[in-house]
């Protein structure tokens, strides 16, 4: 996947300043520019070369409507302002450990990303509308934008799935009828909500990324982590 055709989109917060600034590097290493989307009323202050900061929409709290709507206006924002046949959605938690194979680069009109199924029974003890959730990083085709942009306009509601994003995005894709390639299936994610608060995930990330040929990761939280995953990695530690 060539980098100079892949815009990166990342959904953060002015208290993650110190993360996006660590996984910045990485992030360029696979996106020519990175577009950071926060709160309203929020700045990270970075003045980078190919980094631009953009705040939209009122704070809700961490799993409210307000999320997802501006999840919906940080892809519009890079759709039409940022024309580019790919865009690479992250959450500021969320890393590339390598150059993105071909095997994991969508085709016209489809998304690509780590699919997990829905619960029967979700953690918060209400049932989500989608059949499964979609794990950041997320790679999309603007074919794929093209389709999910107008669904989330018009067809699933701001608060769908109580503001869980990973939830709302694959509710969107699955009733837009995007074909998602499965990173998780094909071996090519190791991913959580949270990696670095346990010491097995950070040791299994680490020996997977370095052996067997992982791209994909949520949930890296701190230098610690990042530095000693990173250190098996494509490019080492940036």
Not at 51 to 78: C, M, W
Not at 202 to 213: P, S
């Amino acid at each position: 996947m060539n980098r100079n055709d892949t815009i990166g989109i990342v959904l953060a917060h002015a208290a993650a300043r110190d993360t996006v600034i660590r996984h910045l590097p990485y992030w360029l290493k696979v996106c020519w520019r990175i577009i950071i989307v926060l709160p309203e009323g929020e700045t990270l202050g970075l003045a980078m070369e190919n980094v631009d900061e953009f705040s939209r929409v009122p704070n809700g709290g961490g799993y409210s409507k307000e999320t997802n709507i501006r999840t919906y206006q940080a892809l519009h924002l890079a759709r039409h302002s940022f024309p580019s046949p790919y865009y690479m959605l992250f959450e500021y938690d969320s890393l590339c450990w390598r150059d993105i194979p071909e095997e994991c680069v969508p085709q016209p009109n489809a998304m690509t990303a780590c699919r997990w199924p829905n619960e029967l029974v979700s953690p918060i003890g209400k049932p989500f509308l989608g059949s499964f959730y979609l794990h950041f990083p997320h790679i999309y085709s603007i074919g794929a934008l093209d389709k999910l942009l107008p669904v989330m306009e018009r067809h699933v509601a701001w608060n769908a799935e109580y503001g869980y994003t990973d939830r709302y995005l694959g509710l969107c894709v699955e009733r837009a009828g995007i074909k998602v390639v499965d990173t998780l299936a094909m071996g090519r994610a190791y991913s959580f909500e949270n990696i670095s608060k346990y010491s097995q995930r950070v040791n299994d990330c680490e020996y997977l990324v370095k052996n067997r040929g992982i791209v994909f990761s949520h949930g890296i939280k701190d230098k610690e982590s990042l530095d000693w995953i990173a250190k098996g990695c494509q490019w080492g530690v940036l």
